[in-house]
């Protein structure tokens, strides 16, 4: 299957999944949101460019936008998520495996060392933004941090056990 379609299905997929599953789950205490829709950015291969990520950032977040009666939210954190990705895998990979434009990040391709560390600080960055948007203030910075922490927390889970569930573990260093 080629990159393109493989990830335009990706793409509704995980979308959709985050429309019909994850937004229709209630809010653990009141504190625990999970978001697996910008795994689709996290997924994409070493080679995308800055410029096509944060392009496609902002095309998933809005979609979800649209779907969610957010204004921006979701655009704003995605396409944050979209330009920061190269820096972090710069820093957490050597070159040559960066420069590989087929192959895509994962626990196959990156080891599980690097992998946690990307999916943490992309996912942390993604929910530190859309809850500082959300509430547009720290007020109890505790509770602020808190639900950061627990939602991100969350959040990886997810993304780990999807990532185990689709095994792309078949691309190999």
Known sequence: MNN??????????????????????PPLHQFITPYLYFTFLLWLPFGTNRLTLTILGFILGYSLD??????????????????????????????????????????????????????FLLTFIHHFYLVLLEWLQFGNFT?????????????????????LVMNRRNIKR
Do not use: C, D
């Open 4 to 25: 393109i379609l493989k990830n335009s299905i990706r793409f509704v997929l995980f979308l959709l999944i985050q429309i019909i599953i994850l937004n229709e789950v």
């Open 66 to 119: 649209i779907f969610t009666n957010t204004p921006g939210l979701h655009a704003a954190a995605a396409t944050l998520v979209g330009y920061v990705r190269p820096t972090i895998l710069n820093l957490l990979l050597a070159q040559e495996t960066s420069e590989e434009v087929t192959k895509e990040p994962s626990v196959g391709t990156m080891g599980w060392g690097p992998f946690l560390i990307y999916v």
């Open 143 to 163: 509770y602020f941090i808190g639900k950061v922490i627990a939602t991100s927390l969350m959040s990886v889970l997810l993304i780990l056990l999807v990532e």
